[in-house]
């Protein structure tokens, strides 16, 4: 396949898109596509397909509902509309890819122009979430949502303006100079992945102790880029090989699936280790007021006064006459006579005193 800035002749020879029958004068044909399936009389074109499109809906939403679940995560909000914007594409992939909206019917162009602009927000989402970790905005405020779905809106836009146009001969654009349209179909998305992963990776390596969601980059990108190289260059070959059973567009589906999911793997991990972004061991210094005595004293001597007086420099309750205060002897662990009361006697023992070592030994 050839690949000519500003023309779908060979890649949609080769892929068959969501737009291939609207380009061109009267749209392009791919040379081998995917087998239809009759259902009651309908015919449903890109059966394997649309089970992809389908599955990818269940899987959207079971992460979508564990993204909600997360209520103190990162960039919960954010990555959310990412999620919510692949489920609309997917669920309208079903009615374009299926031809369940023949390509023949009026309404078509406006829903391939729909799902064009669609793409392209979704990636521009995409873009975005890519600035959200390095929090010039904080997350989940008015400015970052809003600035998030502001942009979204602008590239929806532009994208389905520059579609429609394309497909009604509008404003200079026609079907067979698609020039624009090959720009936010083709070369839009690549951009933003591009961008998206090389700030993910200084995020990685600059705040991050922890390497592994590393590997949900590495993969998510191999996973995006296998699907888009089986799409747009082995498509043909895939189908003439498995007898127009499947084409490169459901393996491209499906890669594309497998690479979402690790978008939603790595924004996971992330959150696991947000409390640990640039983080250090902590170093604690315990210090016990039970164990401090007087600012000079052999034991206490380490500790400030207000250490050694804050919990005991109140007057003894009654009957613990012997109870020392903050500014007095070290206090008992037993309570009511100090240490040095006990036992700081001659040996053998005075009036009042027990003497140490006790009379009699042990």
């Not at 959310?80 to 992939?93: R, S």
């Not at 079903?94 to 602009?117: C, E, K, M, R, S």
Request: charged share 10%.
């Amino acid at each position: 396949m050839t690949i000519k800035f500003g023309s779908f002749d060979g890649v949609c020879q080769t892929a068959a898109l969501v737009i291939c029958p609207l380009i061109g004068d009267q749209g392009i044909e791919p040379t081998c596509y995917s087998r239809n399936v009759d259902l009651g009389g309908n015919l449903l074109f890109q059966p394997s397909t649309v089970f992809v499109h389908v599955v990818a809906i269940i899987m959207t939403i079971i992460m979508i509902l564990h993204i909600r679940s997360k209520y103190t995560a990162v960039g919960r909000k954010e990555i959310l509309t990412f999620f919510y914007l692949y489920a609309v594409i997917q669920l309208l992939a079903i009615f374009l890819d299926g031809a369940v909206i023949p390509t023949a019917n009026a309404a078509y162009p406006w829903f391939a122009a729909v799902y064009t602009g669609l793409l392209a927000a979704a990636y521009c989402c995409i873009l975005v979430n890519a600035f959200v970790g390095f929090q010039f905005a904080e997350d989940g405020t008015p400015l970052s949502l809003w600035g998030l779905r502001i942009s979204c809106l602008a590239v929806f836009g532009v994208a389905f303006f520059i579609a429609i146009a394309t497909f009604k001969s509008i404003a200079g654009l026609s079907p067979t100079k698609p020039i624009g349209l090959f720009i936010i179909y083709l070369i839009w998305p690549i951009i933003c992945a591009a961008v998206y992963v090389v700030l993910q990776l200084i995020l990685i390596f600059r705040t991050l102790e922890d390497r592994w969601p590393l590997g949900d980059i590495v993969f998510g990108t191999a996973f995006w880029v296998i699907g888009m190289v089986l799409l747009f260059a082995f498509s043909a070959t895939i189908c003439d090989a498995i007898q127009h059973y499947i084409d490169g567009l459901f393996f491209s589906e499906l890669c594309v699936l497998l690479s979402v999911m690790m978008v939603y793997k790595y924004w996971g991990q992330y959150h696991d280790l947000e409390f640990s972004v640039g983080s250090k061991a902590a170093v604690w210094e315990v210090k016990d007021p039970l164990l401090a005595g007087q600012g000079n004293s052999a034991h206490g001597g380490d500790y400030s006064e207000e250490d050694s007086g804050s919990n005991y420099g109140f007057a003894p309750p009654p009957g613990f006459g012997g109870y020392a205060g903050g500014g007095g002897k070290a206090a008992s662990l037993v309570g009511g006579v100090s240490g040095t009361q006990l036992y700081d006697r001659k040996v053998g023992g005075g009036p009042g005193g027990r003497g140490y070592p006790p009379n009699g030994g042990y």
